[in-house]
């Protein structure tokens, strides 16, 4: 190599001379790792996509360097989505996918001057899981949301009945409140009454209270 070109126009005199030249594009670029299979620590199959963002850092050195950087830097990443993946059991995974995105990133960074780029970016995109892991998966997910569920109903069934237990005492103590409470029981029932017949010299309120069986004696 003689010397790299920047920006311009350029002639040659190529008599008696061969001349060649390499472009080597400077601009970011993406790889994406699609369905890599990764063994868990708790020896569960599962495949990975992960994207990554670099550059070319050094042209010259590239050129010097490199002889097909995508057949290189494929394989690379692929060993460093297993390294740190494989050091992680299931659960662990679906839980940190963001800091083993982080690992992953720290793990390409290191290894970046071997292929002459700079990492932008790195992290994984989706987790596939095999269908019976799936399967078994929505059912615990399915059994942990019922659970919360009857939890949620036991806990407002005790709060309802505490509050009746103290209504109760409330009205036990307070003949007033007990008579208010019975009038409005009683303007419950007659809202849903077409039609009412009274006789006797009782009152209707007290009619009506000895006909439910919540009437006291005076």
């Given at each position: 190599?003689?010397?790299?070109?920047?920006?311009?126009?350029?002639?040659?005199?190529?008599?008696?001379?061969?001349i060649?030249?390499?472009?080597?594009?400077?601009?970011?670029?993406?790889?994406?790792?699609?369905?890599?299979?990764?063994?868990?620590k708790?020896k569960?199959?599962?495949?990975?996509?992960?994207?990554?963002?670099?550059?070319?850092?050094?042209?010259?050195?590239?050129?010097?360097?490199?002889s097909?950087?995508?057949?290189?830097?494929?394989p690379?990443?692929?060993?460093?989505?297993?390294?740190?993946?494989?050091?992680?059991?299931?659960?662990?995974?679906?839980?940190?996918?963001?800091?083993?995105?982080?690992?992953?990133?720290?793990?390409?960074?290191?290894?970046?001057?071997?292929?002459?780029?700079n990492?932008?970016?790195a992290?994984?995109?989706?987790?596939i899981?095999?269908?019976e892991?799936?399967?078994?998966?929505?059912?615990?997910?399915?059994?942990?949301?019922?659970?919360?569920?009857?939890v949620?109903?036991?806990?407002?069934?005790?709060a309802?009945t505490?509050?009746?237990?103290?209504?109760a005492?409330?009205?036990?103590?307070?003949?007033?409140?007990?008579?208010?409470?019975?009038?409005?029981?009683?303007e419950?029932?007659?809202?849903?009454?077409?039609?009412?017949?009274?006789?006797g010299?009782?009152?209707?309120?007290e009619?009506?209270?000895?006909?439910?069986?919540?009437g006291?004696?005076a």
């Amino acid at each position: 190599m003689q010397e790299p070109l920047s920006k311009g126009v350029y002639r040659f005199w190529n008599y008696n001379h061969v001349i060649s030249y390499s472009v080597i594009d400077m601009k970011q670029k993406e790889l994406d790792i699609v369905g890599q299979e990764i063994l868990t620590k708790d020896k569960i199959g599962i495949r990975m996509n992960v994207a990554c963002m670099y550059k070319v850092r050094d042209a010259v050195e590239f050129v010097a360097t490199i002889s097909d950087l995508k057949t290189q830097l494929y394989p690379a990443v692929q060993l460093a989505i297993r390294e740190i993946t494989g050091n992680y059991k299931l659960d662990e995974i679906l839980e940190a996918k963001e800091q083993i995105s982080k690992e992953i990133y720290g793990a390409l960074k290191e290894r970046e001057n071997m292929f002459c780029v700079n990492f932008l970016t790195a992290g994984i995109k989706d987790i596939i899981l095999p269908g019976e892991i799936r399967e078994i998966m929505n059912s615990v997910l399915v059994a942990e949301k019922t659970a919360q569920a009857n939890v949620i109903s036991r806990r407002e069934e005790v709060a309802s009945t505490r509050s009746l237990l103290n209504t109760a005492k409330l009205m036990d103590e307070n003949q007033t409140l007990y008579r208010l409470k019975e009038l409005e029981y009683l303007e419950r029932i007659c809202e849903k009454v077409g039609e009412i017949s009274v006789n006797g010299s009782a009152g209707i309120v007290e009619q009506l209270g000895k006909m439910m069986g919540t009437g006291r004696q005076a």
